[in-house]
């Protein structure tokens, strides 16, 4: 994420495509990037859905979807 950091720092916009399953992880980016203009877009899906679009891509780990801490 510092990367990150540093790219927007020098003046660089980002879109950056992550997929943050974890409250950790999501305080280590808004830590991270603390000061810069920031807009999260978050995605839910029902798990159905997203198992689908997991096996519709073709390059997914079946059972992905699942075993994120976010469908427990």
């Not at 974890?22 to 198992?51: K, N």
């Amino acid at each position: 994420m510092s990367a990150f950091a540093g790219l927007a720092s020098a003046g660089n916009n980002l879109i950056i495509d992550d997929v943050i399953h974890h409250p950790d992880i999501l305080r280590t980016v808004v830590q991270a990037l603390q000061g810069m203009p920031v807009l999260f877009v978050g995605i839910r899906l029902p798990l159905d859905v997203a198992e689908r679009r997991e096996q519709e891509r073709g390059n997914r780990v079946r059972g992905g979807t699942r075993a994120q801490p976010f469908n427990s």
